[in-house]
């Protein structure tokens, strides 16, 4: 029998984003930014054959490309905060959709899709109303956050209490600041709306940590301004400093990563 509920990246990068949930028979994506063949050859990898939802975090390209074309060719919903769906309509950004596929998420009020609950949380970054999620079954907790420019309460608050943490570790700041970027991008990236440094999500993982904490996931490298031994070596440093024991990996910007059971 299949485990009831599982996870996985199917890829996860500065130039594209996409995860995999499986929660009690609702087979979840979360963001969708890559080509709906590429999407597609990842769901096959999973054997699934239909999904039920898509969840997207905010409107920025390496998080939404295949979402219209996923959408349409399932016939299923995409849930996304008001602001960000208001973007959408106005930049015609997911193609064309019918009403019901258009599902609204407020942060912090919880939605039921079959027996999972998907929570979105406000994250700080410069898009319109950018989220992360956690989703819930079975007393299983799945925490996902990308693209936050700094750890704040509230992101802390809903990562605690997971088991599963998929979280940003974009950029080396050493690499960052003596890099190719230009000065007002570099800027950008390491600003309270840009984006999370190895050193910080190692620090943010160390706040939310517990016994039931098992598996963690740094997502989002930036491939410019980071490596992924690099990312892994300095959080894994930081979580062994505070003694916090979990199985620590990083996503493949190309490849499906490893599927963890539950």
């Given at each position: ?19 995999y ?6 087979h979840?994506?979360?963001d ?7 999407l ?20 920025h ?16 919903p ?19 959709l019918k009403e ?21 949380f ?10 992360g ?6 007393g ?6 990308t ?9 802390a608050e ?5 088991q599963?943490?998929?979280i ?35 620090q ?16 989002h490298?930036?491939e ?12 894994g440093?930081?979580?062994d ?11 493949d ?10």
């Amino acid at each position: 029998m299949n485990p009831t509920i599982r996870f996985c990246t199917i890829v996860s990068g500065s130039s594209g984003n996409c995860a995999y949930a499986e929660l009690l028979g609702q087979h979840l994506i979360i963001d969708a930014g890559l080509s709906g063949k590429r999407l597609m050859q990842g769901l096959s990898q999973l054997n699934v054959s239909k999904p039920t939802a898509i969840l997207l975090t905010h409107e920025h390209s390496d998080h939404i490309a295949g979402a219209g074309v996923i959408a349409r060719r399932f016939d299923i919903p995409i849930y996304a905060t008001p602001l960000t769906w208001r973007y959408f309509l106005r930049h015609k950004k997911l193609g064309p959709l019918k009403e019901e596929q258009v599902r609204h998420i407020i942060p912090g009020q919880p939605v039921m899709i079959g027996q999972a609950k998907i929570t979105a949380f406000d994250v700080p970054h410069d898009a319109s109303q950018p989220v992360g999620y956690t989703l819930e079954a079975a007393g299983v907790k799945i925490a996902y956050t990308t693209d936050l420019g700094s750890p704040t309460a509230t992101v802390a608050e809903h990562l605690r209490g997971a088991q599963v943490l998929l979280i940003e570790s974009n950029h080396d700041l050493e690499m960052l600041q003596n890099g190719r970027y230009p000065p007002d991008l570099k800027k950008r990236v390491a600003g309270a709306r840009g984006h999370l440094s190895n050193a910080a999500a190692g620090q943010l993982i160390v706040e939310v940590a517990w016994d039931g904490l098992k598996h963690v996931i740094l997502g989002h490298l930036s491939e410019e301004n980071n490596r992924p031994m690099l990312a892994y070596d300095t959080v894994g440093r930081i979580l062994d400093t505070h003694e916090v024991k979990v199985n620590l990996a990083v996503a493949d910007r190309h490849y499906l990563g490893d599927l963890i059971e539950l």
